[in-house]
């Protein structure tokens, strides 16, 4: 939200007439909070709509994914880099410097701490800096990136950073400059009612852990999910065919997402939402959701389950995991009741409907 006010401000200053609207499907509720249009693309005609020009001077920021939380996948953005650098050639007479500089937001909440250790070289989200040696790769037009502490910087929820290109980024009007007790310091952030513990956690950790902490640990997380991984794909049927495929990137990403193998010429007549709820009664929380296949605005794709692989769990956890899972597939598999019963279907239905997450619009 801070940062999306402060990409608005920044285009503001550079329309002499109309005011740029905002694409970012991804960000639909910063754009309800904060009066924002976004522009949607749905089919091939709104497709080639996004192909034209006038659409080029509609944004004011590009958002980026590095790790999405429901697929554990990353957005290429070296691909988008190259599209922005493309229309910033082109001229605009009605912009005050004739050119459109569109920055590119990285919303690196997940992968922020885990791709730098499981794939140093997968650097094209970094900044674009003069220095090579500094820092290679990068995109030039990527100008501020955000992580979340809470999810693998070991810091309880919740506590979200922002690091910028520079402090050329942040416009002057959102810096308050406080005087207090005779010293003054500068303050940008967003404010409401939490206090600032976490914020010290996350300093302490960071401190703590230092580079080669965060190394050792997400590195240990990542062989795990990785092992977690090949456990499920090794899971068979009587007739040796698999029951799961894995649609995570776990050579990048420690968390693990998979769904029915499609290649299964027998499918099961049980559901990812039954296998959830059984494991339930093991204690396990495994979320199952269905994702967007044609349609940003509507999960019409396939159910999905996803486990998240932080410091905490250890193969041995995996191994106990991975039985829960056999068990619960082998009282699916032989259930003491008929699944052709309307009245077992009903009741099955409703537990499914209560239990199924649907992911958000543009996930």
């Known amino acids: 939200m801070l940062n999306s006010t402060l990409f608005d401000l920044q285009s503001l200053t550079e329309a002499d007439n109309d005011v740029p609207t905002p694409y970012l499907e991804a960000y639909l509720r910063i754009c309800q909070y904060c009066g924002f249009f976004p522009a949607t693309a749905e089919g091939d005609e709104d497709y080639d709509l996004l192909k034209l020009k006038k659409v080029r001077e ?4 590009v958002p980026a994914i590095v790790g999405t939380t429901f697929t554990a996948e990353k957005d290429p953005v070296a691909d988008i880099n190259t599209v922005l650098e493309t229309i910033a050639l082109d001229d605009f007479p009605y912009y005050t410097s004739n050119k459109i500089y569109i920055p590119i937001h990285v919303d690196a909440a997940s992968g922020g701490f885990t791709l730098p250790f499981t794939d140093p070289d997968n650097n094209d989200w970094h900044f674009k800096h003069i220095d090579p040696i500094l820092n290679p790769g990068g995109s030039s037009h990527v100008e501020s ?3 979340s502490m809470h999810k693998f910087g070991m810091v309880y929820a919740g506590l979200g950073l922002v690091v910028y290109k520079n402090e050329d980024i942040v416009d002057s009007s959102l810096i308050y400059e406080i005087t207090y007790l005779g010293a ?6 967003v404010n409401f009612s939490r206090g600032s513990a976490m914020v010290i956690a996350g300093y302490y950790a960071l401190i703590r852990n230092g580079l080669d902490g965060y190394k050792q640990i997400v590195s240990n997380c990542y062989i795990n999910a990785q092992y977690l991984a090949s456990e499920l794909l090794a899971l068979t049927d009587d007739s040796g065919n698999a029951y799961f495929t894995t649609i995570s ?3 990048k990403f420690p968390w693990v997402v998979f769904k029915f193998d499609t290649a299964n010429p027998t499918p099961p007549s049980w559901t ?3 296998l959830s709820i059984d494991l339930q009664e093991s204690g396990w929380q495994l979320p199952q ?5 044609n349609s940003s605005k509507t999960p019409d794709g396939p159910s999905v389950m996803r486990v998240v692989v932080r410091m905490d769990i250890s193969q041995n956890k995996i191994n106990l995991l991975i039985g829960d899972i056999k068990d619960a ?4 598999e032989n259930p003491a009741f008929d699944f052709n019963d309307p009245k077992v279907k009903q009741m099955l239905q409703k537990k499914r409907d209560e239990h199924l997450h649907k992911g958000p619009i543009g996930c």
């Open 249 to 251: 990137d776990n050579d």
């Open 289 to 293: 959701y269905q994702l967007p296949d």
């Open 58 to 61: 509609l944004v004011f920021c």
């Open 184 to 189: 003054s310091f500068y303050d940008f952030n």
């Open 329 to 332: 597939i082998a009282n699916l």
């Open 272 to 274: 990812l939402g039954d």
């Open 145 to 147: 990136i955000n992580v």
